[in-house]
């Protein structure tokens, strides 16, 4: 008798296999039409409140009170979901987006009112595309636009231009070379070390396992994790790599090395020597070139020029932070890189 219970039990989970498969995407289905339908109200609600505003005279003192007789009367009736603030999200999201086709329904109402806080339309465009691209959830999306990486993909390009930034606009960060993955600096806020205490590298290297998911987050899209302390075997002498991931969109192993102190040009030929090996030994057919990064507390741009120039492999070093970096410091070092960059082109034109 047992045995026929466990014989029906068998056959039985094939058909629970399917009805849940089934149950999961008409859910999945629902959640989307009832997004998009929120999406679609509160963009209109936006609109009529826009166009009760243009119509008052003296609308620029009107609209406050406008939007706190609106949400008295509105909540009086349907309940939660209309205070001021929400209100003002609403009027905002309609004056952001001129037409409502260009609204992603991949992202909730909730994603919105944080990028609405955005005021520059191109970083608020790479912010919506790379949520979106990376499906990233609103406390990811908070932590990347707090984090500034906006800002530090243009730096970590060096040479961040006018194109740069509609580019990253338009598309989000596009991965299509070693380079694009690279950010500057790194931002390990996640981690709970203390900045002023010094940090060996064994508990950095711990510290960011434990917190994987958030390392994967800040690294980027399409990184998986291989394993800390890949041995590397030259002459039957051992050496250690001491993170290793894969990156699937550029089909390469990612090797980093940490360093708790600044660049060396130590730590550029150590990395050298493993991508070199995992180029010879672990790369298989269809693998590209594997990249290499130097994660380290500083770097001299001078110093970093002469230790990783002339080198065959890709190796980058980027510097990494225990803490949010500035964001207004971050902000000013883009402008001035593009302010560079449009007096470049201004005498260059003069010299035509």
């Given at each position: 008798m047992e045995n026929t219970n466990l014989t029906e039990k068998a056959?039985?989970?094939?058909?629970?296999?399917?009805?849940?498969?089934?149950?999961?995407?008409?859910?999945?289905?629902?959640?989307?039409?009832?997004?998009?339908?929120?999406?679609?109200?509160y963009w209109n609600i936006?609109?009529?409140?826009?166009?009760?505003?243009?119509?008052?005279?003296?609308?620029?003192?009107y609209g406050k009170q406008t939007l706190k007789e609106l949400s008295k009367e509105l909540t009086k009736e349907f309940g939660k979901g209309f205070s001021r603030a929400n209100l003002y999200n609403m009027r905002l999201f309609y004056q952001s987006?001129?037409?409502?086709?260009?609204?992603?329904?991949?992202?909730?109402?909730?994603?919105?009112?944080?990028?609405?806080?955005?005021?520059?339309?191109?970083?608020?465009?790479?912010?919506?595309?790379?949520?979106?691209?990376?499906?990233?959830?609103?406390?990811?999306?908070?932590r990347q636009i707090d984090s500034s990486l906006f800002e530090r993909l243009l730096l970590s390009r060096g040479d961040a231009n006018k194109e740069q930034v509609l580019a990253l606009a338009l598309h989000g960060n596009e991965i299509a070379q070693p380079e694009d993955i690279i950010r500057d600096p790194y931002v390990f806020e996640?981690?709970?070390?203390?900045?002023?205490?010094?940090v060996m590298e064994s508990d950095l290297e711990q510290a960011l396992?434990?917190?994987?998911?958030?390392?994967?987050?800040?690294?980027?899209?399409?990184?998986m994790f291989v394993g800390t302390q890949q041995r590397v075997t030259i002459n039957n002498t051992h050496y250690y790599v001491d993170m290793v991931f894969y990156n699937k969109i550029l089909r390469a192993y990612v090797l980093i090395e940490l360093k708790t102190t600044k660049l060396t040009p130590e730590a550029a030929g150590q990395i050298n020597m493993y991508l070199n090996y995992y180029a010879a030994e672990v790369?298989?057919?269809?693998?590209?070139?594997?990249?290499?990064?130097?994660?380290?507390?500083?770097?001299?741009?001078?110093?970093?020029?002469?230790?990783?120039?002339?080198?065959?492999?890709n190796i980058f070093a980027s510097r990494y932070v225990l803490y949010m970096p500035n964001k207004e410091q971050l902000i000013r070092e883009v402008e001035a890189v593009l302010e560079k960059w449009h007096g470049d082109e201004s005498n260059n034109k003069e010299s035509l």
């Open positions: 056959t039985i989970v094939p058909v629970v296999k399917e009805i849940r498969s089934i149950l999961d995407t008409a859910r999945s289905n629902v959640a989307r039409q009832v997004n998009n339908e929120l999406l679609h109200t936006g609109r009529i409140i826009c166009e009760y505003e243009q119509s008052m005279p003296e609308r620029a003192d987006y001129d037409k409502i086709q260009t609204v992603s329904g991949k992202l909730s109402w909730s994603h919105y009112c944080e990028l609405l806080s955005i005021s520059d339309p191109d970083k608020r465009s790479f912010y919506e595309k790379e949520a979106v691209n990376s499906g990233w959830s609103v406390r990811e999306l908070k996640f981690l709970g070390l203390p900045e002023n205490r010094p396992v434990q917190q994987i998911e958030k390392f994967l987050l800040e690294l980027g899209r399409g990184f790369n298989d057919p269809d693998d590209n070139p594997p990249i290499g990064i130097i994660l380290c507390t500083d770097k001299d741009g001078v110093a970093a020029e002469y230790a990783l120039g002339g080198l065959s492999n």
